[in-house]
């Protein structure tokens, strides 16, 4: 039985119109399966955030958040009032952010590459878990950041051994990418000798192997340093489990935000669902 991974889907976020401002409550059902909808957090709450300055400064603004989910589908909406006096002034405006709470497995092949990163940032062990085809777009996703250059997924039916190719100006670095299936499993020269043979057969001068193995074997390694040494590449980089993991947790600093961060109120409040 495979781990469950939950993740946020059509995430929609915007400013909401007047007469949607007055009247949005008037819904009170799943507009996917009609199911009253359950309201799981409602905060009413003081505030003169941003738009205070446009308001005098004896005016009391003032915003609720009220976050509703439906039972059934997890279909969810988060809905932000914010208000000093809508009769008086007009100064009024709600924001609307609603989704879908989806679940899906680790070895799922169309899991969302943002849910099964965030899914390995804490479960680093169920990499062994993943589908081949999402540990190639992985890997493509964190090159392509890490050395802010364009990377070509090659697929299947490309034939001679290369998985993905990184393109940095003129220069074209091959990258076979293997994902195994057991930490224990040490990458062996094989797949090294494989990658050296595309770079005699193509000519490229750079090469890196990406894979979910704790360690390259010492005649992998080995293999790489005469390489290196004898003048006949440029670069050849191995990355295993420990380096890969370093890579695709580096990337968190800079992430977009996440959907948890568009609602903040809510921090802690899904989880308790
Ligand atoms: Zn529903």
């Avoid at 952010?97 to 940032?121: F, G, M, N, Q, R």
């Amino acid at each position: 039985m495979s781990d469950a991974v939950q993740y946020y889907d059509y995430l929609h976020e915007r400013k909401m119109g007047d007469w949607e401002y007055m009247f949005w409550h008037l819904t009170e059902t799943c507009p996917y399966c009609g199911t009253p909808l359950n309201c799981i957090k409602s905060v009413p709450y003081g505030y003169d955030g941003e738009y205070g300055k446009e308001l005098a400064s004896n005016e009391q603004t003032l915003a609720k958040l009220i976050a509703e989910i439906c039972n059934t589908c997890q279909w969810w909406r988060v809905v932000e009032l914010i208000s000093d006096d809508f009769w008086k002034s007009g100064h009024s405006f709600g924001h609307y952010t609603h989704a879908v709470l989806k679940t899906t497995t680790i070895d799922s092949a169309s899991i969302p590459l943002d849910a099964l990163e965030d899914y390995l940032k804490n479960n680093p062990d169920k990499v062994y878990n993943i589908h081949y085809k999402k540990m190639e777009e992985l890997a493509c996703s964190i090159i392509r950041e890490q050395y802010m250059c364009d990377v070509q997924l090659c697929g299947r039916s490309h034939d001679g051994g290369i998985d993905l190719l990184m393109i940095v100006g003129e220069e074209i670095t091959p990258i076979q990418v293997k994902r195994r299936m057991s930490p224990s499993r040490r990458e062996g020269v094989s797949v090294v000798r494989e990658m050296m043979g595309v770079m005699l057969r193509d000519g490229y001068r750079n090469a890196k192997v990406i894979t979910t193995a704790e360690k390259f074997t010492y005649d992998a390694i080995n293999d790489v340093s005469k390489l290196l040494a004898s003048g006949r590449a440029d670069t050849f980089e191995l990355i295993d489990f420990g380096m890969f993991m370093g890579l695709l947790k580096s990337r968190y600093g800079n992430q977009k935000k996440s959907y948890l961060d568009a609602i903040p109120l809510l921090l802690g409040g899904f989880g308790t669902i």
